[in-house]
């Protein structure tokens, strides 16, 4: 009887820590590094201009022993993008679903790193790192996300450049 009641009530205590622990993050990872490589950056489209979480990828490929220069071997893509917590499809005439309000709802900011053959388009080596955002919590630049993406990038298999 003592037991079930320490139980009930360290319960809530137990579901506060793990709310305290901070957002959860989720790297996703594939392919090899060619080492020694030399590659190109690919801006984005529009303005041309490169993103502060690019320039510290940038610099993390660099450390895995790619090599800037050309003729490049390797394109470079980065991408930092906003997904919504819950995204529906809606054929004519439905409403969107009734849920919970905007206040509660947890996005999910993404920042994702792809080495792609130049010559072939094959992609060589993909790297995603993918966060949970509390409510409270505003939308970063994408350098926070940038150093689980580095230390992925660093650990991951090495190829002869092709």
């Known amino acids: 009887m003592i037991t079930l009641r320490t139980a009930a009530a360290a319960a809530p205590f137990l ?3 793990g709310c305290a622990a901070g957002p ?3 790297v996703n990872l594939s392919g ?3 080492a020694g490589a030399r590659y190109a950056l690919v801006l984005p489209a529009g303005d041309g ?4 979480a690019a320039s510290v990828l940038e610099g993390c ?4 022993g790619l090599v800037p220069g050309q003729p ?7 991408a ?4 919504p917590a819950r995204a529906a499809v809606l054929r004519a005439g439905e409403d969107p679903p009734r849920g919970r309000s905007p206040s509660r709802r947890k996005d999910r900011e993404e920042l994702t790193l792809t080495l792609t053959d130049r010559t072939s388009g094959a992609v ?9 955002l509390r409510p409270d919590e505003p939308v970063g630049d994408g350098t926070t996300l940038a150093a689980p993406l580095c230390a992925a990038l660093k650990a991951a298999p090495q190829a002869a450049p092709g």
């Open 24 to 26: 959860a993050q989720q």
């Open 32 to 34: 090899t590094v060619p």
């Open 124 to 132: 060589l080596w993909r790297g995603s790192v993918l966060r949970v």
């Open 80 to 83: 930092h993008a906003l997904r």
């Open 49 to 52: 201009a490169s993103t502060p």
């Open 72 to 78: 490049a071997t390797v394109l470079l893509h980065s």
């Open 61 to 64: 490929v660099r450390a895995a």
């Open 15 to 17: 579901l506060l820590a």
